[in-house]
């Protein structure tokens, strides 16, 4: 089992950018593919990234492509996402997500993961 816990959100403007942090307990955590979804008021919650469990593999969601960056860091239980060149429609709550696998495979459906991090705000201001 593994717990997640999300922090970096913040306020921001448009053209900014942010680092959020995932930090995960348990021993684990290298054998759990990883991934950030995020929710805007009144829309479903949506794929942003994924990386496999070594981190080799990352994908990325079309709105997000080019501007974020999913990376992980096993030797401290860390999951990050860069995101640049940020715009007011990616204002949401992200959420870190963990799923276990050992195939190094790259996971794009919510229900496929297993713990959820209770999420931390973004906003983005025009």
């Known amino acids: 089992q593994v717990q997640l816990v999300e922090s970096g959100g913040g306020l921001v403007q448009a053209g900014d950018s942010l680092r959020l942090s995932c930090a995960a307990s348990g021993r684990t955590f290298s054998s759990y593919a990883m991934g950030w979804f995020r929710q805007a008021p009144g829309k479903e919650r949506e794929f942003v990234a994924a990386?496999?469990?070594?981190?080799?593999?990352?994908y990325y969601g079309d709105s997000v492509k080019g501007r974020f960056t999913i990376s992980r860091n096993n030797a401290k239980n860390m999951v990050y996402l860069q995101m640049n060149s940020l715009k007011p429609e990616d204002t949401a709550v992200y959420y870190c997500?963990?799923?276990?696998?050992?195939?190094?495979?790259?996971?794009?459906?919510?229900?496929?993961?297993?713990?959820w991090g209770q999420g931390t705000q973004v906003t983005v201001s025009s």
């Open positions: 997500a963990a799923h276990q696998d050992f195939s190094g495979s790259l996971f794009l459906r919510e229900a496929t993961y297993e713990y």
């Open positions: 990386v496999s469990w070594g981190g080799g593999s990352t």
